[in-house]
């Protein structure tokens, strides 16, 4: 069964700082991977997607990238902003099925 | 566009008291579904998985009988949680494909809260 694990679980940066993200998955056999980020009490807003076939998207201040054979992705974050603080869940897709990591909460200070 | 809308959000009931949750797909045909559940400070957890006018397909450890799922129509899935009890507390989220295509789509999520 897909493992999902991310580090750090908690991280908190001052505002501007460039932060990096880990997660890691045990099964290499899987079709994309999504970055979501999740605020206190709420759903889930999708960040990135990268297909099996991609190593990295970017989309404004976030890249992510994907090496499927060491079973790897990272979620950069350039200039950090306060409003940025959330937890980040890394969510590996493997048929249909999303198997969710446990998230980073990072808190960004002012 | 692909947008999810789930209700309610925050519902608090007696322990007992069966409540019904309610995914709803606004712009797109949703022919699969899925319902997942998070406890605090885990992350989510496949429930279950539905087809439009099949049963579900339950995860292991997961009860059908506590936790039924109808999917009758393209853009309404429901979850009610029977007799629900207070460790049946937790966030609930649903997501759905939009026609079978990656990637899901999430509602906001219901927050339950049994007493």
């Known amino acids: 069964k897909q493992e999902v694990t991310q580090i750090p679980a908690a991280l908190s940066v001052p505002e501007g700082e460039n932060l990096v993200l880990n997660c890691s998955f045990t099964?290499?056999?899987?079709?994309?991977l999504q970055w979501f980020r999740q605020d206190p009490g709420k759903g889930l807003t999708s960040l990135l997607l990268?297909?099996?076939?991609?190593r990295e998207q970017t989309s404004g201040r976030l890249n992510a990238s994907l090496d499927k054979s060491s079973g790897r992705s990272t979620l950069y974050i350039a200039a950090s902003q306060p409003g940025d603080s959330a937890t980040y869940l890394c969510a590996v897709n493997g048929a249909n099925n999303l198997f969710f990591g446990t998230g980073t909460r990072l808190t960004v200070i002012p | 566009g692909a947008v999810v809308s789930q209700h309610p959000s925050w519902v608090i009931c007696k322990s007992g008291t069966s409540v019904k949750i309610e995914c709803r797909s606004l712009?797109?045909?949703?022919?699969?579904m899925f319902w997942y559940r998070q406890f605090p400070k885990q992350s989510l957890m496949l429930m279950a998985t539905?087809?439009?006018?099949?049963?579900?397909?339950?995860e292991q450890g997961v009860e059908k009988d506590k936790f039924l799922i109808n999917h009758a129509s393209l853009t309404l899935s429901t979850l009610t949680v029977t007799s629900a009890h207070p460790e049946d507390s937790s966030f609930y989220i649903c997501s759905a494909l939009d026609r079978g295509e990656q990637p899901q789509h999430f509602g906001d999520g219901t927050r339950l809260s049994i007493l």
């Open positions: 990268i297909q099996s076939s991609q």
């Open positions: 539905s087809n439009e006018g099949s049963k579900a397909t339950y």
């Open positions: 099964d290499s056999a899987i079709y994309n």
């Open positions: 712009d797109f045909q949703a022919t699969t």
